[in-house]
């Protein structure tokens, strides 16, 4: 690919692929060093040449890499120095609507990978079952029965 097409791709896609590794990965510098990484990893590729939606592709590449970081070294250091830091406001619609999807999101990223990432497929990629089975490789009826049960674990875990 030129370097031209990258960029474009950068400008297009990097958003979209930014949000997918912060699903897995939980850091936003982590995720962005991903993104990063599979850019450089398709402009090495001379060899590479389209046959299905772009965007398939990258997805591929940003999960596929994202669960080699999460069985790295680097990620379970990481674990333990991280420190999370509190942001107050003085809003009152706000700060309930932040601490909201504060909640939300905290019970999100507690559930495991498998059903986290159906959950962000399904409600913020709006994907539907087929094609999570086809990106994912697993069979349609396992998409089905981890997003029942992702649900229903959310459920239980939210007050």
Do not use: C
């Amino acid at each position: 690919m030129t370097h031209e097409e990258i960029e474009q791709l950068m400008d297009d896609y990097s958003l979209y692929m930014l949000k997918l590794a912060y699903v897995y990965v939980k850091n936003r510098q982590s995720a962005e060093d991903i993104v990063q990484e599979v850019f450089l990893q398709l402009y090495e590729q001379s060899h590479y040449r389209e046959q299905g939606e772009i965007k398939s592709y990258l997805t591929t590449l940003v999960v596929n890499r994202s669960k080699n970081y999460l069985k790295s070294w680097s990620y379970r250091m990481l674990l333990f120095k991280e420190v999370y830091i509190e942001k107050s406001t003085t809003n009152k619609d706000a700060l309930i609507a932040d601490e909201e999807r504060k909640l939300i999101g905290e019970a999100i990223f507690k559930l495991p990978l498998k059903y986290r990432e159906v959950l962000y497929f399904h409600y913020y990629e709006e994907l539907k079952t087929a094609q999570m089975a086809e990106m994912m490789k697993i069979p349609e009826s396992t998409v089905k029965t981890r997003l029942v049960k992702a649900r229903k674990l959310l459920k239980d875990k939210l007050p």
